[in-house]
C-alpha cells in the first residue's frame, strides 16, 4: 500500500493568504432552551446523520483546582448549530439522548479528551463517533493536526481562533456572540472538513495540498 506523501503544516502566513472561513451567522446558532427548541434541534440532528461535535470549558489558571467542564456542548449540521449549556436541567435529557446515539454520527477533533469529562459531568457515554483529526492526519502529516490547520489544508479556507473567545467563561449563563460565533465554528468547521474528506475516501483525499503563500 502506497503511503501518502508527507505534508508540512502550513505556515501563519500561508494560512492567513487563504479566504475566510464562511461561518454560520448568529441568526442559525441556537442556545437551547425551551422544550421547542430541544425539540427542533434534536429533529434537525437526526436528519443530517453526521454531525458537526465539540465542546468548551471554563478555563482553570489556579495550579490544583480542578477542571468541572464541559460547560457547553455543541452539535451542527450544514445549516444550523446547536449549543447547550450543562448546567442548564432542561438539557440533561437532551444531551444524554444525543451524546450517546448511535445513530447520530458525531464528528469532531480531539474527542478522546472529551470522553471522560462527558461521563464525569453528564453521566454520558459517547456513542457512535469519528475523530476527524486521525482523517487529517492520513492525509500525510506526521503528527495530528488542529482544526485550523485542517481546515487550511481540506477547505483551502482561514479560520479566525480568538484566544481571548478560547480562555473566555463558558460557565457564565449569557454566553456573548463572540462565544457562540467561536463555538458553532469548532462544531460547523468539523463536520465540513469530515464531508470534504468523505467525498475524497476514494483515494483522491491525497491529492490535497497544502496552500501556497501568495503575494
Given at each position: 500500500?502506497n503511503?501518502?506523501?508527507?505534508l508540512e503544516?502550513?505556515?501563519p502566513?500561508q ?6 472561513y ?10 437551547l432552551?425551551?422544550?421547542?427548541q430541544?425539540?427542533f434541534a ?9 454531525v458537526?461535535f465539540?465542546t468548551?470549558s471554563?478555563?482553570?489558571f489556579?495550579?490544583?483546582v ?6 457547553i456542548v455543541q ?11 450543562t ?7 437532551f444531551l444524554?439522548?444525543m451524546?450517546?446515539?448511535n445513530?447520530i454520527?458525531k464528528?469532531g477533533f480531539?474527542?478522546?479528551s472529551d470522553r471522560p469529562q462527558l461521563?464525569r459531568?453528564?453521566g ?5 463517533s469519528?475523530?476527524?483529526?486521525h482523517?487529517v492526519?492520513?492525509?500525510g502529516?506526521k503528527?495530528a493536526?488542529?482544526l ?9 479556507q482561514?479560520?479566525q481562533?480568538s484566544?481571548k473567545a478560547?480562555?473566555?467563561n463558558?460557565?457564565n449563563?449569557?454566553?456573548?456572540p ?17 464531508l470534504a474528506?468523505a ?5 483522491h483525499a491525497q491529492?490535497?495540498q497544502?496552500p501556497?503563500?501568495?503575494?
Open positions: 500500500m503511503r501518502p506523501p508527507r503544516r502550513p505556515t502566513e494560512i492567513a493568504a487563504l479566504p475566510p464562511p461561518a454560520l451567522p448568529l441568526s442559525h446558532i441556537h442556545v432552551r425551551s422544550a421547542e430541544f425539540e434534536e429533529r434537525e440532528l437526526r436528519r443530517a446523520v453526521h458537526g465539540d468548551e471554563k478555563p482553570v489556579v495550579a490544583g480542578p477542571h468541572t467542564g464541559p460547560d452539535f451542527a449540521t450544514r445549516e444550523h448549530a446547536f449549543i447547550a449549556q448546567a442548564l436541567p432542561e438539557a440533561q435529557g444524554r439522548a451524546i450517546e446515539s445513530e454520527v464528528v480531539g474527542l478522546a461521563y459531568k453528564l454520558a457515554q459517547l456513542g457512535q469519528i475523530d476527524v483529526s482523517m492526519k492520513r492525509l502529516f503528527d493536526v488542529g485550523k490547520t485542517a481546515v487550511a489544508v481540506v477547505l483551502q482561514r479560520l481562533k484566544k478560547t480562555t473566555s463558558w460557565a449563563p449569557t454566553l456573548s463572540q462565544q457562540l460565533q467561536y463555538a458553532a465554528n469548532d462544531a460547523h468547521a468539523s463536520l465540513l472538513v469530515y474528506l467525498r475524497e475516501s476514494d483515494g491529492k490535497i497544502v501556497h503563500h501568495q503575494a
